[in-house]
């Protein structure tokens, strides 16, 4: 991204209540794009509110959202539509389609957008190679384990190609080993797509997996290493409380940072693990 582009996301003192209860307060971020956020926070901090400000689900009361440079908080619906078709959306819930395949399920929104028969297949392949599991193309979202239908709603949200992701708490309900491999697929996505992508979760530990971990692709073969410091760089988190970011930065400085909410937001699920 050039110095004269604007950011993918961007907030500018954006607030939002309900009833009286604020949930976001004069909230400013700016992502570029193809980098990574990992959002934090406690319970009830409007995380799924921001991701919906992202979608246009939700309106602001005041300020602005940009997605790509427009301005998301005046779209008419219509426009929001479109608009979406750039953003992939990744839910904890996976919200498959129980009659559909695994193939049908990723293609469905190539399928709905008129694409070509042969066209589709081949972008599903392709999705499927990544997230590994072309041999399960055939079965049922029943026929899975928890893990792989998670990954199957990963493919869904990549097939479009968006150039935005948002995942939803992707890892909860997974026990750790399952966890861990939806750690690496995210990390996948992240690193050989190069798509600006922002994860909700309350996983701490798998949160810093994700962050100080890379995809490094050699031929056919793809490997997850220790991230390098540029890699790092890129790979921020953002905790939210009391409706604003209380703290941005990366993996090593969250941990050593001295505020005392983060360090009693940490303190049960810090390393090692």
Request: glycine share 8%.
């Amino acid at each position: 991204m050039s110095s004269f582009d604007p950011p993918a996301i961007e907030f500018r003192q954006v607030s939002i209540a309900f009833d009286e209860h604020v949930v976001l307060r004069d909230l400013s971020f700016a992502i570029p794009a193809g980098e990574m956020r990992i959002l934090l926070g406690a319970s009830g901090s409007g995380k799924s509110v921001l991701l919906k400000l992202i979608l246009g689900l939700l309106k602001p009361d005041a300020g602005e959202v940009t997605v790509n440079g427009r301005r998301v908080d005046r779209m008419r619906e219509h426009d929001l539509l479109k608009l979406r078709t750039g953003i992939g959306m990744v839910f904890q819930e996976n919200a498959l389609f129980d009659s559909l395949t695994v193939a049908e399920n990723v293609g469905y929104a190539l399928s709905e957008e008129g694409q070509p028969v042969e066209q589709v297949h081949a972008r599903v392949a392709e999705v499927l190679g990544l997230i590994g599991l072309g041999e399960f193309a055939d079965r049922l979202p029943a026929e899975l384990s928890g893990g792989q239908r998670r990954r199957v709603a990963i493919g869904r949200a990549l097939a479009p190609a968006p150039g935005i992701l948002l995942f939803d708490d992707p890892i909860t309900g997974l026990d750790p080993l399952i966890a861990t491999t939806i750690d690496s697929e995210i990390i996948k996505v992240r690193d050989l797509t190069q798509v600006t992508s922002i994860v909700v979760t309350h996983q701490i530990r798998d949160a810093f997996y994700i962050a100080t971990h890379e995809a490094e692709q050699r031929g056919h073969d793809v490997r997850i290493v220790q991230a390098d410091d540029e890699t790092a760089a890129l790979i921020q988190f953002m905790v939210l409380h009391e409706g604003r970011i209380h703290f941005q930065g990366t993996a090593a400085e969250l941990l050593a940072s001295s505020d005392p909410y983060l360090k009693e937001y940490l303190l049960l699920t810090l390393p090692p693990w």
